[in-house]
């Protein structure tokens, strides 16, 4: 089996690693940035790397592709690549736009091909277990996903900018909007968000044309009547410690991450004493990749990877809860 990354930045390390260790047969990189390309190819004992990614795959002709560049580029790349039939993963968030974001679940429907996003904590096994709690009832109904993550301004300056990774309700929450709905298997209905720009004026993100909004706070309905309550800044000024805590709580008790869900948790039900579950701290990119490998391989994986309608159905909320900011009403969730 062959693999091409495209992008070689952090997440294309990260990817091209974990293929290599996955025992592909071989794997390139492509990157604009040349020296990246090499670099990246090089450090990871990689024999091949392109600077156009078109270029790449039509000449290394590879079996799958993964997509770690930033995310207004995602549509373009995962497009091209499914077009000239080849299995592809894209990191998340799906796409920054919503056209984008159809544009990819058009070309996903019309396919046979092996296509995910990667929404890696659905790997954890910290995080399957809670599934196994919350289907067995252990909180009751409904539940109530709480996360608060404050963090200081981004050290990369494409997560602080609209235009590019579009800030923290577009590039970090989907991971969360996305558990819930891996959890319980409802899709998320409305939502409403208030919403401000904390690093606007500070000296770090001056480069930026266009800041995204980075400090939300969102409530997002689900099916059913669960819902997700998001505190989430990347706007503190840099030092600053934040918080990052998340937790599931239910009529019947509460399941609270240390401090994430996937890392481990406790969880008191019925007022007994709390059960603690480590998680083993395995590499999710490694596990997400090999899943992957094995669905291309076989047909078949034993991982629910996350698909391209899960994608954007993440991506409808974090789109949603910007119009709700602008607009300081409750926002209906788009549907592909
Ligand atoms: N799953 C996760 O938990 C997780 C964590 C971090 C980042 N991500 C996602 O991974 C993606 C990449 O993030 P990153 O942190 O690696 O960013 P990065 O800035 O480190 O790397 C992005 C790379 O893409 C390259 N690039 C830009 N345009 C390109 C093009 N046209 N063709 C080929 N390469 C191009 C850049 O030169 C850069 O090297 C983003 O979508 C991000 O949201 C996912």
Same mark, same amino acid.
Request: charged residues 25%; glycine residues 10%; aromatic residues 8%.
């Given at each position: ?51 156009? =990614? ?41 796409? *920054? ?42 909180? !009751? ?38 558990? *819930? ?13 208030? !919403? ?25 309905? =689900?099916? !059913? ?16 410690? !934040? ?8 009529? *019947? ?23 603690? =579950? ?25 991982? &629910? *990877? ?6 954007? &159905? ?23």
């Amino acid at each position: 089996m062959k693999v091409l990354v495209v992008g070689a930045g952090a997440m294309g390390r990260n990817h091209l690693n974990g293929w290599l260790r996955a025992g592909v047969d071989e794997a390139a990189v492509a990157d604009v940035d040349e020296d990246r390309a090499r670099g990246t190819a090089k450090e990871a004992g990689a024999r091949t790397f392109f600077t156009d =990614y078109r270029e790449g795959i039509e000449s290394f002709k590879p079996d799958a592709v993964s997509v770690c560049t930033p995310a207004n580029l995602h549509a373009d790349v995962f497009e091209f690549s499914v077009k000239k039939g080849v299995h592809t993963l894209c990191e998340k968030p799906l796409a *920054l736009t919503l056209d984008q974001g159809r544009r990819m679940v058009r070309a996903a429907d019309r396919s046979e091909l092996k296509l995910a996003i990667g929404l890696q904590r659905r790997l954890s096994e910290s995080i399957l277990k809670i599934r196994g709690l919350l289907h067995a009832g252990t909180l !009751g109904s409904p539940v109530v996903f709480s996360v608060e993550n404050w963090a200081e301004v981004r050290f990369k300056l494409a997560m602080n900018d609209k235009n590019m990774n579009g800030g923290p309700i577009v590039d970090y929450a989907p991971h969360l909007i996305d558990l *819930l709905h891996f959890f319980t298997g409802a899709q998320p209905k409305e939502v409403f968000s208030m !919403g401000t720009v904390f690093a606007r004026g500070k000296e770090e993100v001056k480069p930026i044309k266009e800041l995204a909004t980075d400090t939300l706070s969102t409530i997002v309905r =689900y099916e !059913g009547g669960n819902w997700l309550s998001l505190d989430i800044s990347w706007g503190l000024p840099r030092g600053t410690k !934040g918080t990052n805590s998340e937790a599931i709580h239910g009529p *019947l008790g509460s399941i609270v991450g240390t401090p994430e869900l996937e890392r481990g948790y406790h969880l008191q039900a019925q007022g007994k004493p709390a059960d603690e =579950y480590e998680a083993v701290q395995g590499n999710l990119y490694d596990r997400e990749i090999a899943a992957f490998k094995e669905w291309v391989l076989k047909g078949k994986t034993e991982h &629910s *990877l996350a698909s391209v309608r899960d994608g954007f &159905s993440a991506l409808a909320v974090s789109v949603a809860a910007l119009k709700s900011v602008e607009t300081g009403s409750v926002v209906k969730v788009e549907q592909p």
